[in-house]
């Protein structure tokens, strides 16, 4: 296609190299610092100070986000209030692991008759195994809840690593194909739907796995234009389906907690940028200090780091801040000088990257007048899917982005549906 | 390459920048400057020089004047500056392109704001006020068919030749051929003559995103459209139709200067009711206007247009929204 015509942004990706070399495992140096997403109260947590956990043993029990479960043996040194860029404000539990070697060997806290391979069965273990989707950090067993609510037919396990250097789920789904695609099989039938299908942004790079070149008819190829998923899910819907995506990492632990017992308390974090002179993918403990991970990695300092996605996300000034399972990346690149933002040219190429064919400058300029902004002005605002291609293409430099959520939340509070 | 100096996410963008739009602009712009130099000889550059260095001094004093800062990166005063030479003809004196660009800068750009906030395309502002005040220099085109170049600082010969665009205006047929009009060797304004070297700009621009090719095409096919209805020499409508396009500086508007982001609208459907009126607007007043050119005049009364008719397909998409909102709420 003429690159004039095209909707979506194609991106530099940058991650041949990283592709190449097998996942790394780090583990843990120190302290752990393990959030505890809704558990500010002291109800929902099952842990104090002083505290001695097991492997796997959980932390919280909260009413609204998944369980935590204690990924080594140790002791709760204290119970701290982080604000965190990708959670916000909330409660970390300081882990000390235990020194001795021989840990006890843990199992996934279940209560008694669950039968894991009816539908209630596999949601009540994404939900003790605390699961949390690497794409959008929703719990796996609201996700499929609500699947099953809305009655989606089709499922996709998806790969779309599309954006600059992230790569962490593809190089999950490398080691273990049939383990994605039986977690997913298992997703498929918590949630009621039919047919399941693995999407990825590139087949050609895909090409080398065997499994893949096996199970063709399985795979959904989305492309590398951003974000991929928009346009699957567009293509699809087309062809008459209601598809779903949940996260590849998200699909493999649903399967170790199935068939092993194994609760969510790993990830696999791509750490990359210009500053990073070894970029690799770390299986990395949820919880372990972004300063480990760039360390491994030979971080320079002076670097400005942020978390998250390229795209979407969130600088860090501290780097004592944990890893969350929807930590896709962490990138460090150099501190440039700031840039200049123009006012508004008009090119227009805001609206020619959106997947919803929102028009980000007239709603920038809407917001922009000041004073009353009438809700009804703001055309397609509440399909924005939070992408930040607009912010991307912006010549000017504008954070367009921003101004389209601010224009979707002026809708909403005003009742539009 | 990829950046990272932002304050907010995405924190690497592609180099997308209004600067690296305006050095597109700027290289395709010299690219096309260098025919007439070849023709016309290095007054055409001085010409250029004088023109730049007058948007660019004028930036500089009303930033001065007005105490704000100077953002150079931009370079959008660089390319009014080389789109004026552009519309000027080659023997003309000095201060006419002087007296355009301080006026593009000074009056038309810098008071409302700069570059993104200028509601009249500076360029086409500055030519059609030097046109209003020298109409009979702005016109006259120097003879070269004895050869030899300008002469840099004397005042250029008396002898002048009519253009195209004149003959055109007097409802004569134009003493060439079509096919020899593409290579540029005919008079007219310094930077509108070679269509062909026009033609490969507008690609590079379109291809880099510098451009809309919607509206350039919608203009092109409005202009051709009159002329094809409204014939002004005798013969085929498709005669009337290449010497139309090809005479004067229309050809060169249709690229470099209804393109104009700033100053043309921002939805698609805009831009091509933009393109399509400015396309007539400016045949209409090349045949019914005092002056053999219309572009700048044209495209100046519909840059006052292009809030209402942005505003205008807006509505009717908000319009067309709420209709089908209610009607998913009916049925």
Request: proline fraction near 6%.
């Amino acid at each position: 296609m003429f690159p004039f015509f095209s909707r979506g942004l194609r991106m530099e990706q940058k991650k041949r190299k990283l592709l190449m070399e097998p996942v790394r495992e780090l583990l843990p140096q120190g302290q752990l610092l393990l959030p505890l997403p809704g558990a500010v109260h002291a109800g929902a947590r099952l842990v104090k100070e002083g505290s001695t956990v097991t492997k796997y043993e959980p932390l919280t029990c909260p009413q609204t986000h998944a369980p935590v479960n204690s990924p080594v043996n140790g002791t709760i040194r204290e119970l701290r209030s982080i604000t965190h860029p990708l959670l916000g404000e909330t409660v970390c539990a300081v882990l000390e692991p235990e020194t001795a070697k021989k840990g006890r060997a843990g199992k996934l806290h279940l209560e008694e008759g669950v039968d894991t391979s009816a539908p209630e069965g596999i949601l009540a273990v994404a939900q003790a195994a605390g699961i949390v989707d690497e794409y959008d950090g929703v719990p796996l067993y609201h996700k499929l809840k609500r699947f099953h609510r809305f009655g989606r037919d089709l499922l996709c396990g998806v790969i779309l690593d599309e954006e600059t250097y992230v790569c962490g789920s593809e190089a999950a789904f490398r080691e273990a194909p049939e383990e994605l695609a039986a977690g997913l099989e298992l997703a498929a039938k918590a949630c009621g739907a039919e047919e399941w299908r693995i999407a990825v942004a590139s087949l050609k790079r895909l090409q080398g796995v065997d499994w893949v070149r096996e199970h063709r008819e399985k795979m959904e190829e989305a492309g590398l234009v951003y974000p991929s998923w928009a346009m699957l899910e567009k293509r699809l819907r087309a062809a008459g389906k209601t598809p779903e995506r949940i996260g590849a990492q998200a699909c493999i632990a649903l399967y170790r907690a199935v068939k092993k017992g194994t609760p969510q308390v790993k990830t696999v974090v791509t750490v990359a940028g210009e500053q990073v002179k070894q970029p690799a993918n770390l299986r990395v403990v949820i919880g372990t200090p972004l300063r480990e991970l760039l360390d491994e990695c030979g971080c320079l300092p002076e670097s400005r780091i942020f978390v998250g996605s390229p795209m979407t996300g969130k600088l860090v000034e501290d780097l004592e801040l944990p890893v969350t399972a929807d930590t896709r990346c962490v990138i460090a690149s150099p501190h440039t000088r700031e840039i200049h933002t123009y006012a508004c040219i008009g090119c227009g190429r805001c609206a020619a990257v959106c997947p919803e064919k929102i028009l980000p400058w007239y709603l920038y300029e809407n917001l922009q007048r000041g004073g009353y902004t009438d809700p009804e002005q703001l055309l397609r605002a509440q399909n924005c899917r939070g992408c930040n291609s607009c912010s991307a293409v912006c010549p000017s430099g504008i954070s367009l982005g921003k101004a389209v959520r601010a224009a979707a939340e002026v809708r909403e509070r005003s009742g539009w549906e | 390459m990829i950046l990272s100096g932002f304050r907010n996410p995405p924190f690497l963008r592609r180099v997308e920048s209004v600067g690296a739009m305006m050095r597109d602009m700027i290289f395709v712009l010299l690219a096309l400057l260098m025919i007439p130099t070849l023709y016309y000889g290095p007054r055409v550059l001085v010409t250029a020089v004088f023109s730049v260095a007058s948007c660019m001094a004028a930036e500089i004093l009303f930033a001065l004047f007005a105490r704000k800062d100077i953002h150079f990166t931009e370079l959008s005063s660089a390319v009014t500056g080389l789109i004026i030479t552009m519309l000027m003809p080659a023997g003309i004196s000095y201060w006419a392109p002087v007296t355009a660009g301080i006026f593009a800068v000074f009056v038309a750009k810098a008071p409302f704001g700069g570059l993104g906030r200028n509601p009249f395309n500076p360029a086409a502002a500055g030519v059609a006020f030097v046109t209003l005040l020298r109409p009979a220099e702005m016109f006259q085109y120097p003879d070269m068919s004895a050869g030899g170049f300008l002469p840099i600082f004397a005042e250029t010969a008396d002898a002048s030749v009519s253009s195209p665009a004149a003959a055109l205006r007097s409802g004569f047929r134009p003493g060439m051929y079509p096919l020899d009009m593409l290579w540029g060797q005919y008079a007219g304004p310094i930077g509108t003559t070679g269509i062909l070297v026009i033609a490969a700009c507008a690609l590079f621009l379109f291809a880099r995103r510098a451009a809309d090719w919607k509206l350039t095409a919608s203009f092109l096919l409005a202009a051709a459209l009159y002329a094809a209805v409204f014939p002004r020499v005798i013969g085929s409508p498709l005669t009337s139709i290449k010497y139309e396009l090809m005479a004067g500086s229309l050809f060169f508007c249709a690229v470099f200067m209804v393109t104009d982001p700033v100053t043309s609208p921002r939805t698609s459907v805009g831009k091509i009711i933009y393109g399509a009126l400015a396309g007539i607007l400016t045949m209409i007043l090349r045949e019914f206007g005092r002056f053999e050119q219309g572009a700048c005049f044209a495209l100046l009364i519909l840059n006052a247009c292009r809030p209402l008719i942005d505003r205008g397909v807006c509505s009717w998409m908000i319009w067309k929204e709420a209709r089908h909102e209610s009607n998913e709420r009916k049925g």
